[in-house]
């Protein structure tokens, strides 16, 4: 069956780290993916997204890799501060449309 | 900066009414999404509509489950008789075109509305 894995329910970090999240898939070949941010009771936000052919794209302080091979994108959060407390999603397209993973909760500790 | 509208932001309804969910998209937008999610849980797409017509729909978007662009700006979400499962966060989206057709497209969320069936 088709998975959309996000293999970190919770992430807790000390502020000024490097936050690293896992957005795993099986059985599915998406021609990009993208990650959003999701604040309590909000929705979710666009960050970044990246194709295929890209291996890492990059925006201020995010960095997100993205491997067609190992069927995995890591999402980096450099220099990681408490405003960066939120859920993070990864969403692939799938028959044209997103389908989002559960999501990592991130904390950022000062 | 342009953003999605929903109205209401909460709903209380009984069992077995029926409801809409209102959203009004970014203007020059061409696709809309509706999206659920029961809380504590996550992102579930429900339907993708363009040109008039829904493009996708996923197993949840069953026969209780319709969709409607009544006008030029509003594009709506009806349960006809909402069961207590169907309490969640219904997230209206846009997009400026379909995710595939330009190699991926962001889409921008409005801020939900709560549904809470009783």
């Known amino acids: 069956s088709q998975k959309i894995e996000q293999n970190s329910e919770a992430l807790n970090i000390q502020e000024g780290k490097t936050a690293t999240l896992t957005c795993n898939y099986t059985?599915?070949?998406?021609?990009?993916l993208q990650w959003y941010r999701q604040d309590p009771g909000r929705g979710p936000v666009f960050l970044l997204l990246?194709?295929?052919?890209?291996k890492e794209k990059r925006k201020e302080r995010l960095k997100v890799t993205f491997d067609t091979t190992l069927k995995q994108s890591l999402f980096h959060i450099t220099a990681s501060q408490p405003a960066d407390s939120a859920t993070y999603l990864c969403?692939?397209?799938?028959?044209?449309?997103?389908?989002f993973g559960a999501g990592t909760r991130l904390t950022v500790k000062p | 900066e342009p953003e999605v509208t929903q109205t209401p932001s909460h709903q209380v309804t009984q069992m077995g009414q029926e409801v809409i969910l209102r959203c009004v998209p970014i203007?020059?937008?061409?696709?809309f999404y509706w999206y659920r999610q029961i809380l504590g849980q996550k992102v579930e797409f429900l339907v993708s509509?363009?040109?008039?017509?829904?493009?996708?729909k996923s197993e949840i978007f069953d026969d209780q489950f319709s969709v409607e662009r009544p006008d030029g700006s509003n594009f709506t979400l009806k349960i006809r008789s909402t069961k207590l499962e169907d309490s969640a966060m219904y997230f209206c989206?846009?997009?400026?075109?379909?995710?595939?057709?330009?190699?991926?497209?962001?889409?921008?969320f409005g801020q939900g509305t709560r549904l809470t069936v009783v």
């Open positions: 989206a846009s997009s400026e075109d379909r995710q595939w057709r330009t190699g991926g497209t962001e889409a921008f």
């Open positions: 059985n599915y070949s998406p021609a990009y």
């Open positions: 990246i194709r295929e052919n890209e």
């Open positions: 969403a692939l397209d799938v028959n044209n449309d997103m389908r």
């Open positions: 203007s020059n937008h061409l696709y």
């Open positions: 509509f363009y040109n008039n017509e829904i493009s996708e």
